[in-house]
């Protein structure tokens, strides 16, 4: 189900970093703090992918490890 709308969180996802970077004729400090920012936020997404690779890759982990990546409890 998540197929069709994988390209469009991705386009708005990649629209609104741009936006975080601010134009092209900001001031550097504004690019600076735009490009911390949207590092900062793709960081986030990457290490958020690999701490839940397991349960998507469906290896096998302890139940303990497991556990700790249900954040919610309707996801058990």
């Known amino acids: 189900y998540a197929i069709a709308f994988t390209p469009w969180l991705v386009l708005a996802v990649s629209y609104t970093l741009g936006l975080v970077l601010g ?36 290896e096998i982990i302890t139940r303990d490890e497991w556990g700790l990546r249900m954040w919610l409890p309707s996801w058990i």
């Open 23 to 58: 134009p092209r004729d900001a001031s550097p400090d504004r690019q600076f703090r735009g490009a911390v920012w949207a590092g900062g936020f793709v960081a986030l997404a990457v290490a958020c992918f690999a701490w839940f690779h397991p349960v998507l890759a469906a």
